[in-house]
């Protein structure tokens, strides 16, 4: 149970104390979205521990006195630095919250509102290009980082949308061998991620060639990995070294794990405006791709996971869905020959400092048979550049005993130089010092 649940008492959209009751049957009414119903709570959970009241203590306040204590409570956020957008949200949820429990008409909260430009952003935003963006995936360091890279571009998959993907909803396309897959969103999603499906608006969308690739080549890394994967697990888990490699996969990738991998890709890809490279920017990069090639509005729109007007949705139902997919197919997000591609990503490696490309990528793939120029030049890159990551698994390791052998469970993660002493003496073990300065270390399991 989550903290603003337990002190607000709620469970699911109703509550024990009446005046959060109130405004949770109000929005349930509207909306009912579960990210605006945590939205509220949040905001009101941070509301009374800043007048020190309780909920039902606030709705006995005067008029004049809730006002006051709502201003307040708003310039207080922005003093903090919180956004124009979120503070004006805030005082919306607040004002909300009073008037379902009667501040109406002439008891009506009067409060001001920030002023917010209508191209206000707080945070700057940089939109790659395509040729950009295949730069970052070729710098992710992995199968897995390069499809999500892939997929959140040409799919145009919200970052909340992505993570509570499973398995199941792409099996089948992805064993039918199709370039362009099918990706459904639907309201179920929430389960897993509050903001999943926004709006709950079920609408389906497609990954090209090039990110269903690479999510093949992902999963099968990870059927090596963990023994398979079951329908209900996460598309893409988490590899966070605080859990276990069975709680890994079964927990998706987090929100703020993504972003950092994004920035960290783009960081690597030699990108000046790293920092400001989001998975909304490749959001933001499908949405041009799709008018760069003319797609209809009404498609772009629905493409996007956007509300169509009237009854327009009802034009997308299943029957329409191959004329989707042919028209997707038609979209050309990469530009460029693929020989155009090669000479783009042995340019950026050796802008990195890979020497001798050319007689790598050969003895690259004199080594390893079948594997194609492109795929011989990304593992190149990552090998160089020390970008590989090294997923913190749970192995077993046969050591010798004087009686018997013993299989014993260890955990290991990457740390910088700096950060091994505290480890070694929480008893940690160097396995292998890695090219990018860092080091692999491991302990016995608990």
Known sequence: MKKWENLLKVNGWRSDITSVDNVLR??????????TRENVC?????????????????????????????????????????????????????????????????????????????RYRKKAEYVPTPEEIERIGYASGSAKNRAIILMLFTSGLRNSTLRALLYKDVKKELERGLNVVKIPVYPEMKKVSSAACKGNIPYHTFMDANAAKSLREYLEERRKDFGGIADEEPLFCSDSNLLSAVKQRLTPVSKNGLERMVKRAAKQAGMEQWEDVTPKCLRKAFESALRNNRLDVKDQEFLMGHILEKSQDAYYDSSKSEDLRTKYAKIVFFSGTQQDKLEMVKVFAETLGVKGIELKVQKMKEKQKGLDEMEALGEIVREELGI?????????????????????????????????????????????????????IRREAA
């Open 26 to 35: 109000h929005y349930s009414r509207k909306v009912r979205s579960e990210k």
């Open 388 to 440: 590989k990551p090294f997923e913190t698994r749970m192995v077993k390791r046969k050591e010798k005993d004087e009686d018997c052998d013993n299989h014993k469970k260890y955990e290991s993660k990457i740390v910088e130089e700096k950060e091994l002493l505290p480890h070694i003496d929480d008893g940690w073990e160097i396995i292998k010092e890695l090219k990018n300065g860092k080091l692999a």
């Open 42 to 118: 949040v905001t009101l959970t941070s509301f009374c521990k800043f007048s020190t009241l309780n909920p039902d203590a606030l709705v006995q306040l005067t008029p004049e006195e809730a006002s006051r204590r709502c201003q307040d409570f708003t310039d207080h956020l922005r003093d903090k630095g919180y956004s124009i957008r979120y503070v004006n949200v805030s005082q919306a949820y607040l004002k909300a919250f009073f008037k379902a429990n009667g501040y109406e008409n002439e008891k009506k909260l009067k409060t001001e509102r920030y002023y917010q430009p209508s």
